[in-house]
């Protein structure tokens, strides 16, 4: 798996190519990405402890859909995470 894989997904539909190094890049295919992506997602962050740390940041200040997710998926890949922590609400900060 690579990260051309991602450039694909739904979340990047406005975007001309795939910028890992954007967190707002990283939150679009948090926020909008599809499971597959994900998936991707989740095997390169198991090798890169920036890419993990960038993520755990992101879960925690940016409001997402499944912000819980993420944080077990980080636990799962070794980051110490308080899945109990305060994460933004998803509803309460967006318009949806």
Do not use: C, Q
């Not at 755990?56 to 070794?78: C, D, K, Q």
């Amino acid at each position: 798996m690579s990260a051309a894989e991602i450039e694909t997904s739904r979340a990047l539909w406005n975007r001309s190519g795939l910028d890992l190094d954007s967190d707002e890049v990283l939150a679009r295919v948090l926020e909008r990405g599809e499971m597959e992506t994900w998936r991707v997602l989740y095997r390169l962050a198991r090798t890169d402890a920036r890419l993990r740390a960038r993520l755990r940041r992101i879960v925690l200040t940016v409001p997402l859909p499944l912000p819980r997710f993420w944080l077990a998926a980080l636990a799962s890949l070794g980051e110490a995470v308080d899945l109990s922590t305060d994460v933004p609400d998803y509803y309460r900060e967006t318009g949806v």
